[in-house]
């Protein structure tokens, strides 16, 4: 239901449900491949991963610019151009010669699809009331959980087979038509208000005002360091510690997308059952066992349950940081949602270059189970402000 107690447009969602899958498979596309690409390109597991922490960099930092655009000019229209861009940069990187010119490429490609999942996030802000908000959200992150788990696989088995450069030029074809559907469907698109004329610097200045808005980035940016700097190497310390293929590697770490299906399908249970707290301090709690399990398992079986924990974990915790998200700043919801993931993904950048530098001084298994026992006391902490953030809006709740 929208705000005004009306249906969400079915088309729409299943419209930007293609461009969030197309957007997070991109995303996870190299993590399975990085052996691949440093034989490929002669290089180190430090250099390689330059195609990760490129693509998340450009990601966060061009949500300062795609935020206010969706604002000005409509969410849908700019969520279709681009998903239409991500086809240029996924075309460039197929075509790549040299690993510098793949992770330029792979930035080009995070660039675009910056605009993409928090805007689509945003529109969902404007378009639902706060009380179904969080069930429809965790839905839409089916779709960007199927992403990952599509891009995590599928990476590592083309790689193996018709060649990393084969990935690359399919999901120019995935995002192509996407950006397609997108671009109509946004053209065929009746909800948006006529362009805002308050300036960038504005919005964010709004958002950024408020102590609670602070609280929910600084979080996201714990989060995405210590989630994303584990889950990038994963499929390679799978690959090293227990000898399995690269595509082996990757299926076993795509369970995190199953753990986060399992969450996107239960989410209204798990709501009402836990409150928003519970969510927060078991999706801590989950992943901490997860990636403690995965550093420490003598066997490969236990990294499959570690690795649906973490997804499970990961999503109940991440879901219950977008609810606050859409309600940093109302007004300026595309501005608030885009910085919110500009955060996160700077925050997963910095997680994936620290991971990549504190492995050549400590085991990597060391580096995954301090990253889950943050996000244990993350969680836990989280939960508490939650709570006590409850308790102060209904004192003033007439």
Known sequence: MNAHGLPVGRPVMLMLGACAFSSMASLRLCDAMLPHLAVQFSANLQQVAGAISGFALAYGLLQIFYGPLGDR?????????????????NVGAAMAPTLDALVAWRAVSGAAAAGIIPLAMAWVGDNVDYGQRQEVLARFLGATVLGMICGQWFGGLMAETLGWRAAFGLMAITFLSAGVHAVTQARRDRSSSAPQQVGARARLSAVLMAPWSRLILATAFLEGALVFGVIAFLPTFLHVRHDLSTSA?????????????????????????????????????CLAVAFVTAAIASHWAWTILASFLAGLG???????????????????????????????????SVGVMLASTLARIVPLATVIAVAGCGLGVLGWWLAGKIGAHQRALATLTP
Not at 318 to 343: D, E
Request: proline share 1%; with cysteine.
């Open 73 to 89: 000019f409509g969410k849908l229209r700019v969520i279709g151009w681009a998903t239409l861009l991500c086809t240029v940069g």
């Open 249 to 285: 590697a990757g299926a076993i770490t795509a369970m995190y997308g199953v753990g986060g299906l399992v969450y996107s399908r239960s989410a209204r249970s798990m709501l009402s059952r836990l409150g928003e707290t519970g969510l927060a301090m078991g999706g801590g709690a």
């Open 314 to 348: 990961f999503y109940a915790l991440h879901n219950t940081l977008q609810v606050h998200a859409t309600q940093m700043a109302p007004a300026f919801r595309g501005t608030a949602v885009s910085l919110f993931a500009c955060i996160l993904f700077i925050g997963q």
